[in-house]
Nanobody, 113 residues
Framework: EQLVESGGGLVQAGGSLRLSCAASGSTIALNDMGWYRQAPGKRRDFVARISRSGYSYYANSAKGRFTISRDTVKKTLYLQMNTLKPEDTAVYYC????????WGQGTQVTVSS
């Protein structure tokens, strides 16, 4: 199933953004889901994960600043990002865990200093 990310943009350091990942089917409700990011010239890295039961887990870089959640009625996965830093600049992607869906185009997050 295709997953569509949105909500990125340009924000100053210290600002906030909420990313969304929309699905047309039941992918988000039936799977562990994750957010990933890829900065220019770097590999795609794990950011956050939410299990089917709602347990969340974060990369060290995201702990205390990012919150992953999902709305199964709206079939949408979210990533609330607060206290953004320039090093958070990347294209952000969502996928199932393990990664079974095709990677989407992602959403660009740019944090200016």
């Amino acid at each position: 199933e295709q997953l569509v990310e949105s909500g990125g943009g340009l924000v100053q350091a210290g600002g906030s953004l909420r990313l969304s990942c929309a699905a047309s089917g039941s992918t988000i409700a039936l799977n562990d889901m994750g957010w990933y990011r890829q900065a220019p010239g770097k590999r795609r890295d794990f950011v956050a994960r939410i299990s089917r039961s709602g347990y969340s887990y974060y990369a060290n870089s995201a702990k205390g600043r990012f919150t992953i959640s999902r709305d199964t009625v709206k079939k949408t996965l979210y990533l609330q990002m607060n206290t953004l830093k320039p090093e958070d600049t990347a294209v952000y992607y969502c996928n199932t865990i393990p990664n079974m869906s095709d990677w989407g185009q992602g959403t660009q997050v740019t944090v200016s200093s």
